[in-house]
């Protein structure tokens, strides 16, 4: 079982829509928690991060960490168009190794 | 401006020949990391180094190796390529003075291995 469990999608929704996004992990070990965004033929980019349990908001968008359910969530609000791209999340334990475990992306479609 | 930069962005190859892939950050961080990226399969980490010279498997490290001989640079060896090594290959650099500082990653070197 991977450690990190995300549906690849494809996701495609209107614009406007409230868009969810989800994981699931098996580590308890795990303390930080983000969210990276992929546009086609780009590096992935840092959208939000949470430590440990709760929500944080950033404009359209929501990331939610239950670690009693070991699962994440981010919601985008009023999606544009130009929110299509893959997204990613990932996991750490705590190391200033630096190292994340990554789900396989989520890759969402906001059509107008 | 943080920058993290890859030596090519597409790269062709045949069967069996050796491969370098390069990724030089200017942000003077500690730790580099080199992933392939796949359909269906995601960021998948192959090797990462926390300092010169210094490196680590992850967990698919078989058929590649990796050297640091610099902070700023960290390069990716296929020894001998192969067609199941066709793959978008993206380099990341973060500081490591916490445990939240973020990856920054470069553009992504395409491999096709024929």
């Known amino acids: 079982q991977k450690e990190v469990e995300q549906d690849p999608g494809p996701l495609s929704v209107p614009e406007g829509a409230i868009v969810s996004l989800n994981c699931t992990y098996s580590n308890s070990a795990f303390q930080y928690f983000m969210w990276y965004r992929q546009y086609s033929r780009k590096g992935p980019e840092l959208l939000m991060y949470?430590?440990?349990?709760g929500n944080k908001e950033d404009g359209r968008f929501t990331a939610q960490v239950d670690k009693s359910s070991k699962y994440i969530s981010l919601f985008i609000r009023d999606s544009q168009p130009s929110d299509s791209a893959t997204y990613l999340c990932?996991?750490?334990?705590?190391?200033?190794?630096?190292?994340?475990?990554f789900g396989r992306g989520t890759q969402l479609t906001v059509w107008p | 401006d943080v920058k993290v930069t890859q030596s090519s962005r597409y790269l062709v190859k045949r069967t069996g020949e050796k491969v370098f892939l390069e990724c030089v950050q200017d942000?003077?961080?500690?730790?580099m990391f080199w992933y392939r990226q796949d359909p269906g399969l995601g960021l998948r980490l192959i090797y990462f180094?926390?300092?010169?010279?210094?490196?680590e498997k992850g967990d698919i490290p078989e058929g590649y190796s990796v050297s640091r001989e610099k902070k700023e640079r960290f390069s990716l060896i296929l020894e001998s390529a192969s067609t199941n090594q066709t793959s978008m290959y993206l380099c990341?650099?973060?500081?490591?003075?916490?445990?939240?500082?973020?990856?920054?990653f470069g553009p992504g070197t395409r491999l096709t291995v024929l």
């Open positions: 990932a996991m750490g334990r705590g190391s200033t190794l630096g190292r994340l475990y």
């Open positions: 949470t430590y440990s349990s």
């Open positions: 942000m003077d961080h500690e730790n």
């Open positions: 180094s926390y300092d010169v010279k210094m490196k």
């Open positions: 990341a650099s973060t500081s490591g003075q916490t445990p939240t500082d973020t990856q920054y």
